[in-house]
């Protein structure tokens, strides 16, 4: 019998396998081709990891937390965030001036998002489900990697192909229903086009606004240049 991890192991472990490509991004490639490489070893990775988490994972999540919707949602709407600059990365050449600060936007958003996992959802769910439990969750991860997409679909419903509600497989992980490999990989509109967009603890319309000036212009979503202005350390001027 295959010995598999714990779900929280096994999401754990993933996160540490695309920080360290992201490490291997912020040492500094040399040449258009090193860079694709890379980034695309980290779409990959990103998109087999959310597609399995959005399948098997977060299901499980909602059922055993009281506040495991709220958690749900809002990492949902972070891997779309994700998904969408995933799929203008696969767009891109490496040769673009604009190229840095997508990636550099991915590492924050990203990063962002495993610190809240790690910090808030793996801790209470480990504390809510026995061993066995998630064993057995970490059993359904382990094997949808094989049949999970490795491109990112932006514009596919976070539970997959068909209409969303939890708890649902995708068509992909049932071997049922339309294949992921048939859904048109297009962008989603952004959450500011459709008025979703939450802006994070602490900031303020006019702060992102400040922040996202630069980025928009280069093709970043305003919450994606805003972060990806953090990550480098730009500080807006708070007499603009």
């Not at 673009?96 to 936007?105: L, S």
């Not at 008025?195 to 000036?213: D, E, M, N």
Request: aromatic letters at 4%.
């Amino acid at each position: 019998m295959t010995h598999h991890q714990d779900a929280i192991s096994l999401l754990t472990e993933d996160h540490r396998t695309v920080e360290q490509l992201f490490a291997d991004y912020e040492r500094g490639l040399q040449g258009p081709e090193a860079k694709r490489q890379v980034v695309d070893q980290i779409i990959r990775e990103l998109s087999v990891h959310a597609a399995i988490e959005e399948a098997y994972f977060y299901p499980e999540v909602r059922k055993a937390l009281g506040e495991g919707g709220e958690l749900v949602e809002e990492s949902l709407h972070e891997h779309q965030e994700v998904k969408e600059t995933l799929a203008a990365l696969e767009d891109m050449d490496p040769a673009d001036a604009a190229y840095d600060q997508q990636v550099a936007a991915l590492i924050a958003d990203v990063r962002h998002h495993v610190e809240e996992e790690e910090g808030e959802m793996f801790p209470k769910l480990r504390a809510a489900l026995s061993a066995e439990q998630l064993h057995d969750i970490g059993e359904k991860l382990a094997d949808g990697k094989a049949k999970a997409p490795t491109h990112p679909h932006p514009a596919a419903p976070a539970s997959g192909p068909g209409p969303r509600w939890p708890g649902r497989p995708p068509a992909w992980s049932t071997g049922s229903g339309t294949s992921w490999a048939t859904v048109p990989r297009t962008r989603a509109p952004s959450r500011f086009q459709t008025g979703s967009y939450r802006l994070p603890k602490g900031a303020t319309g006019s702060s992102v606004g400040r922040h996202a000036a630069s980025g928009t212009a280069r093709g970043l979503t305003r919450a994606q240049a805003s972060r990806a202005h953090a990550h480098v350390g730009v500080v807006p001027n708070p007499t603009i």
